[in-house]
């Protein structure tokens, strides 16, 4: 992490891994695996869900970054929302499979770039004055996720292409951004749970 | 009797030393914190409040970025007030459900004198989508010779 960032978030990191994507088709033990995720929830447990500790964490973390966590929610109740509004975890292609199964059993959101186009180590960053972040104008300050060369998206921001990992991306290197107050532990099995998710392994 | 001594030769040095300067690094921990715990019992309001949705105000919102120190007092003094509202609006709530509940002991105690009353399970505040209300027993039979009873509806086929 940048100094600044780091003295005001001890604690928040990216840790990063990277996996290979041969088949780019939904592989059907991971559509299992979330169908098996979408039949366990209900309205309640969709809201009590940000008690626990994990989400809890992202949610204060955003709070405290001034993003308003009912307008805009955290990766994993926006993907549990998404799951009560469409009725399931329905499958999309492997990549999305992958970060959606390692979000629902860890809570760490992951996500995902052409590893051709990035060169780590990652890291979190304020914004510089005008600097552009793929292709648009942020204001200054604003937090970013950067590799050694350049800019790669807004913190909690998908990424956008060229960028992000897609259906020609060979190899990938998916990145998790950890909050203060979870544990290394919890990140490693998200990043392990996505990778052996699209690598197939 | 106790008695406090003063050492008037004692120079200033000796005074236990004060932050007179501004220390914005632990104001601001602390009130990241605050913002933390503000935040848990908000989203526990939120819970407690089931199935019903608390209409939060929308909180300033300017980011991702590092906060400003105003920034983070305005957040912490918004959720402040967030809280208060949610917290009334279950208190309100519950004055509601305790109304609910005693005109229900009325409904069972006299059912003739609640006729066509109907309560729902939710403003019982009780899972379920059943209906409690007062009807005749036999129909016309039963509203012409005043039989008149407190019945449950089975809920929703859906709700199971």
């Known amino acids: 992490m940048s100094g600044e960032v780091a003295a005001e978030f001890p604690g928040l990191r990216a840790e990063w891994v990277s996996c290979a994507c041969v088949d780019h088709r939904c592989d059907g033990g991971v559509g299992e ?8 929830l209900n309205g309640r447990q969709a809201l009590e869900l940000r008690q626990q500790h994990v989400p809890a964490a992202y949610r204060s973390f955003l709070r405290q970054v001034g993003i308003d966590p009912d307008q805009q929610p955290t990766p994993i109740e926006q993907a549990v929302l998404g799951r009560l509004l469409s009725g399931g975890n329905l499958p999309q292609d492997r990549i999305s499979d992958g970060l959606l199964l390692a979000l629902l059993e860890t809570s760490v959101p992951v996500v995902a770039f052409d590893a051709a ?4 180590p990652i890291e979190v960053r304020g914004a510089a004055d005008n600097e552009l972040v793929a292709g648009v104008q942020v204001e200054q300050g604003t937090l970013i996720l950067t590799d050694s060369r350049q800019p790669l998206c807004q913190l909690f921001s998908p990424p956008q292409p060229p960028l992000a990992a897609g259906a020609n991306s060979d190899r990938l290197l998916l990145v998790a951004i950890i909050v203060p107050g979870v544990s290394a532990i919890v ?4 990043l392990t749970i996505a990778a052996a998710a699209i690598s197939g392994g | 009797m106790a008695a406090l001594l003063i050492d008037q030769s004692a120079s200033s040095e000796l005074l236990p030393s004060f932050a007179l300067t501004p220390n914005e690094g632990a104001a601001r921990r602390a009130l990241r914190a605050q913002i933390a715990q503000l935040d848990r019992l908000l989203s526990a309001a939120s819970c407690e409040a089931f199935p019903d949705r608390l209409d939060l105000p929308a909180l300033p919102a300017r980011g991702p970025r590092i906060q400003s120190l105003g920034e983070l007092e305005l957040l912490r003094d918004s959720l402040i ?10 208190a309100v709530r519950e004055v509601d459900r305790g109304a609910a509940r005693e005109l229900l002991e009325q409904m ?3 059912p003739a004198k609640h006729r066509r009353v109907r309560i729902s399970q939710r403003e019982l505040g009780v899972g379920g989508c059943g209906v409690w209300s007062v009807m005749p027993r036999l129909g016309p039979m039963g509203r012409l010779m005043g039989w008149w009873r407190v019945k449950l509806s089975s809920g929703c086929p859906l709700a199971t």
Request: aromatic content about 0%; proline content about 3%; charged content about 30%.
């Open chain 1, 187 to 190: 990140s490693d099995e998200a």
């Open chain 1, 117 to 120: 186009l990035t060169s780590p």
């Open chain 1, 33 to 40: 695996r979330l169908a098996l995720l979408a039949s366990r």
């Open chain 2, 81 to 90: 007030g967030a809280l208060g509202d949610a917290r009334e609006a279950l």
């Open chain 2, 108 to 110: 069972l105690l006299d």
